[in-house]
């Protein structure tokens, strides 16, 4: 016997430990959801668990890049929403998700909101501000609206070295409501949650590409019923007007 054979063995053995330390739980589902959606996630899941108890919810938010990233890389996701169709159809081009029953969850627009004094009421007017937050645009989808808007705009590169770049769109509201930049570019239901910063003004539609919410199970999901049916329950009365509620538009 040679010694790569016990070694085999006690691999196999700790393997098989970690997995009976570690079950899966049944009635556990696992979110990964675009950072805007939380709060209306973290309701909605918790009006679903009064009807099923035994539904355990993990949820992670953050962008939507990063996400499906970790998703790429073999985290445990049933469910992921998207707050662009590329992040999702990247995901389905790899395989990852149940690409024939993508739903479009809601959709949102892109503001600028702030504390600033200064006058912000168009996209011109962010060439007289100082420092403008955007959430990184290479993960980030309304970083990536907004860049967008400011190519449109033609003043891109104008902006250029005044952009403070967030990991997330929250971050932006954040670095907006104390102050740390004139403003951000942020969802429209983002800035209803804000506490210090206005919403300024409400970037033209015609300057960037609607904002959507795709969601999909994950492939590995697409047969578990319990996931399934939240799923189902998310494109229903209930989440609609739950999702109205905080300022997500519907159609």
Not at 87 to 109: F, H, P, Q, R, T
Not at 180 to 185: K, L, S
Request: net charge positive; hydrophobic share 45%; charged share 20%.
């Amino acid at each position: 016997m040679t010694m790569i054979e016990p070694m085999k063995r006690i691999a196999l053995l700790c393997l098989l430990l970690l997995t009976i330390a570690t079950p899966v739980k049944a009635g556990e589902l696992n979110l990964s959801v675009a950072a805007s959606l939380k709060e209306v996630i973290n309701e909605l899941s918790v009006r679903y668990t009064a009807k099923h108890p035994a539904t355990v919810f993990i949820k992670n938010f953050g962008p939507s890049g990063t996400l499906a990233g970790q998703i790429e890389n073999g985290a445990p996701v049933d469910l992921f929403i998207a707050a662009n169709n590329q992040w999702m159809d990247y995901l389905k081009e790899k395989n990852l998700v149940d690409g024939a029953n993508i739903k479009m969850l809601a959709w949102n627009s892109l503001v600028f909101a702030g504390t600033t004094t200064k006058k912000a009421a168009s996209m011109n007017d962010l060439l007289k501000l100082d420092k403008i937050a955007i959430g990184s645009p290479k993960s980030v989808p309304a970083g990536e609206y907004a860049m967008t808007a400011m190519t449109n705009a033609g003043i891109n590169k104008q902006l250029a070295g005044k952009l403070v770049m967030a990991k997330d769109v929250r971050e932006c509201l954040m670095y907006a409501e104390l102050g740390e930049v004139d403003g951000g570019f942020v969802y429209r239901t983002d800035a209803m949650l804000a506490q210090k910063a206005k919403l300024l003004f409400v970037v033209p539609q015609k300057l960037y590409p609607r904002v959507t919410y795709p969601m999909a199970l994950t492939l590995k999901a697409a047969h578990n019923e319990e996931a399934k049916a939240f799923l189902l329950f998310l494109q229903g009365s209930e989440a609609k007007l739950t999702l109205s509620k905080y300022g997500f538009k519907l159609k």
